[in-house]
């Protein structure tokens, strides 16, 4: 049992050395409390410090997203000029509706513009002449064409981005449309100077 606690004026102050005893341990284990809760939680830390870790990854991430969608792009406009570039060579050889068109109309105006006195190699000149040299004309704009595409789209990675090399199967479709388009270009001129299927003989 506690004794009762004299001041020094001798007035009793009501309260055993137990009870006071056992305040200042709570006092001393609540400051205690706080201290190592002031110790483990730093100034500046908690939320906030997490929030800003996040927006740093976030932009990080954003950053490193941005140059690949360039590339992709970059891609996808050379390998489809690449596609263009070889199907224009195969319309150079093959003929096209553009061509049909300028040899029915050349046809036409030979018949229109030839009498029927004129000579035989001038009829077969003015109605069947023409109409192939237009055939070849048009035939030979189509394989140039070609020829264009191609080297622009060989000769893109030198004027872009420094170390990035350009896909395999861009190079190769590139390629075919540049050697479908010399081909075509070479027929076409041939053609049309008669060198290649010139105009039967009339005499």
């Given at each position: 049992?506690g004794?009762?606690?004299?001041?020094?004026?001798?007035t009793?102050?009501?309260?055993?050395?137990?009870?006071?005893?056992v305040?200042?341990?709570?006092?001393?284990?609540?400051?205690?409390d706080?201290?190592?809760?002031?110790?483990?939680?730093?100034t500046?830390?908690?939320?906030?410090g997490?929030?800003?870790?996040?927006?740093?990854?976030?932009?990080?991430?954003?950053?490193?997203d941005?140059?690949g969608?360039?590339?992709?792009?970059?891609g996808?406009?050379?390998?489809?000029?690449?596609?263009?570039?070889?199907?224009?060579?195969?319309?150079?050889l093959?003929?096209?509706?553009?061509a049909?068109?300028?040899?029915?109309r050349?046809t036409l105006?030979?018949q229109?513009?030839t009498?029927?006195?004129?000579?035989v190699?001038?009829?077969?000149?003015?109605?069947y002449?023409?109409?192939?040299?237009?055939?070849?004309l048009?035939g030979?704009?189509?394989?140039?064409?070609?020829?264009i595409v191609?080297?622009?789209?060989l000769a893109r990675?030198a004027?872009g981005?420094?170390?990035?090399?350009?896909?395999?199967?861009i190079?190769?479709?590139?390629w075919?449309?540049?050697?479908?388009?010399?081909?075509?270009?070479?027929?076409?001129v041939?053609?049309y100077?008669d060198?290649?299927l010139?105009?039967?003989?009339?005499?």
């Open positions: 049992m004794t009762k606690t004299v001041d020094e004026a001798g009793d102050t009501g309260a055993t050395s137990d009870e006071k005893t305040d200042v341990t709570k006092k001393d284990v609540t400051e205690a706080g201290s190592v809760t002031d110790e483990a939680t730093p500046g830390a908690g939320t906030d997490s929030a800003e870790a996040d927006d740093t990854t976030g932009d990080d991430t954003a950053g490193d941005a140059p969608d360039g590339e992709g792009s970059t996808v406009g050379q390998g489809a000029a690449a596609v263009v570039s070889a199907g224009l060579g195969v319309v150079s093959t003929g096209s509706w553009v049909t068109v300028a040899a029915a050349e105006v030979g229109l513009q009498s029927s006195s004129a000579s190699a001038k009829q077969v000149k003015e109605v002449g023409d109409a192939w040299a237009a055939t070849a048009v030979g704009l189509f394989a140039l064409a070609a020829l191609g080297v622009v789209v990675p004027f981005a420094p170390g990035r090399p350009q896909a395999a199967w190079k190769s479709v590139a075919a449309g540049v050697s479908l388009g010399v081909i075509g270009l070479v027929l076409a041939a053609k100077s060198i290649l010139g105009l039967p003989s009339t005499g």
